[in-house]
């Protein structure tokens, strides 16, 4: 049996240590308004759904027995480990909704990015540190006489045993950091430092896209909202950030034609601390032209917005949202009027106050709000305003943002009536793939049900960009695919 304790005292946090099955599981507690009243969820099952959460609670059981794996960091050993198990095995055959907090290069898992360099004969990879330059980082070009004498063929790399896929991999991901949390951001720039010329460049640009859009499909995952950087390419003559979209459009057209079910939004974002080589007025207004220029026409009966927002991205702490309060404002005169999706709260810093900001100005969603607890004035208007907390568990355990995903405050949020999705943010750096793996992680850390799960992927719809019409239909398609998931693991054989 699974136990779990929750300990509240005065309203403060307070860590309870207890040990079932010889797992330690942490869970706290830490606001009033933590009742049934609050709790949104439905827990009326049908009787096959039953069926299907004893055995959800089954593949738990069994997959805490293995002390060793559960408690495990995430990594890429791990995510070799964990796909063997009828937990993942489940989970992945799911139908999962949304996954509405993706960033750009970093969408496609490092094992897909290893395949895609190795069967593009335009990637470059260099063997050794030389300089600033980093070993395994990735050069692309159509060209070879514009290659720096670094780099050779990736795919000669490997035939050649000049690099192992191992040593590659091991290079890119961040599964075997260590270090404290103030060298963690560093640490993670550097790793995307060594792949983001795939993302810059025309030659890769579509093709890398389609396969980090096809492996999230074939993850169960039927609506992706990608942050994604405007850029102009070498020699591009159209307007600043529209031939990336169009081909990121050419991209989703041609899935589309084979997964007609499938949808997909562009949410346009910039650093908060650089905004590259454009300011951030030149920015918005270049997001407003491309939204109302590059819609989705693929059904022309219900056309509707292809980029469906702005972010300001990056740590808290590097950069303030704080500091943009009047230039958001000021665009509002000059009829840019974009909807924010904010990243905020994602540091233990509490008197960053990014949050709040993000709350002022409007915010959809939040990206992270792992501090949202620290504000606690704020925790009510979530709640009642509807604000969805975008939550990436594996990503915010690897980035020192909580200790373990046991104890992620999202636990509380969720149970509390504030609507929070799971989204995979970076899984080529974390060593994860889809959203399977974040999935399986707070399932088993916050020991949640078949209606806790069912309520986190109807979120992912309802808190979604899609338009009204949309959404119904995304509705529709998912409430077919998950009657016929349900069917298929009631039966006795599964």
Request: hydrophobic share 35%; proline share 3%.
């Amino acid at each position: 049996m699974l136990d779990i304790f929750c300990y509240k005292m005065n309203n403060k946090k307070k860590w309870i240590n207890y040990t079932s099955l010889s797992v330690a599981f942490i869970i706290f507690v830490g606001i009033s308004t933590h009742d049934s009243n609050t709790c949104v969820l439905d827990y009326n099952f049908t009787q096959k759904e039953k069926i299907v959460n004893g055995k959800l609670k089954k593949y738990i059981c069994n997959y805490l027995e293995n002390k060793g794996l559960h408690l495990e960091k995430f990594s890429l050993q791990k995510a070799q480990k964990i796909k063997n198990t009828d937990l993942y095995k489940m989970i992945s055959l799911m139908p999962k909704g949304s996954n509405l907090h993706l960033h750009q290069i970093s969408t496609l898992s490092a094992e897909g990015t290893f395949e895609f360099c190795y069967n593009n004969l335009y990637v470059y990879i260099n063997v050794r540190k030389t300089g600033d330059l980093e070993e395994c980082s990735v050069y692309v070009s159509k060209d070879p006489s514009k290659v720096p004498k670094e780099f050779i063929l990736f795919k000669y790399a490997i035939d050649k045993k000049i690099l192992s896929k191992q040593k590659v991999l091991s290079s890119w991901v961040m599964d075997s950091y260590n270090g404290n949390k103030h060298e963690v951001w560093p640490e993670f720039h550097r790793k995307f430092k060594k792949v983001k010329a795939l993302g810059k460049v025309e030659a890769t640009y579509k093709d890398f896209y389609k396969a980090a859009i096809l492996e999230n499909i074939k993850d169960n995952i039927s609506h992706l909202e990608l942050r994604i950087n405007l850029l102009k390419f070498e020699n591009d003559k159209s307007n600043y950030g529209e031939k990336g979209i169009e081909l990121l459009k050419q991209a989703y057209y041609e899935i589309k034609n084979d997964y007609p079910d499938f949808t997909f939004k562009i949410i346009t974002a910039q650093p908060k601390n650089r905004l590259g080589d454009i300011g951030f007025e030149s920015f918005m207004k270049s997001t407003n032209s491309l939204k109302e220029k590059i819609k989705d026409t693929y059904d022309l009966e219900h056309i509707s917005d292809f980029i469906v927002g702005y972010d300001l991205v990056g740590e808290d702490k590097v950069g303030s949202l704080g500091s943009y309060v009047d230039k958001i404002k000021a665009l509002k005169n000059i009829s840019i009027n974009l909807t924010p999706y904010f990243h905020a709260g994602e540091t233990d810093d509490i008197e960053n106050g990014g949050i709040v900001k993000a709350y002022e100005l409007g915010s959809k969603r939040i990206g992270h709000g792992t501090n949202l607890d620290d504000y606690p004035h704020l925790l009510e208007k979530f709640r009642n305003d509807k604000i969805c907390l975008e939550v990436c568990p594996i990503s915010e355990q690897i980035l020192k943002l909580v200790p373990n995903i046991a104890l992620h405050p999202a636990y509380k949020y969720f149970k509390a009536g504030i609507p929070i999705v799971i989204g995979s943010d970076d899984p080529f750096m974390f060593g994860s793939s889809g959203i399977s793996f974040d999935f399986l992680e707070v399932i088993v850390s916050w020991n949640l049900n078949l209606s806790d799960v069912k309520q986190l992927i109807i979120n992912s719809i309802n808190y979604s960009a899609l338009s009204l019409y949309e959404k119904e239909k995304a509705m529709r398609i998912w409430e077919a695919k998950w009657a016929k998931f349900i069917r298929d693991y009631s039966k006795p054989y599964r």
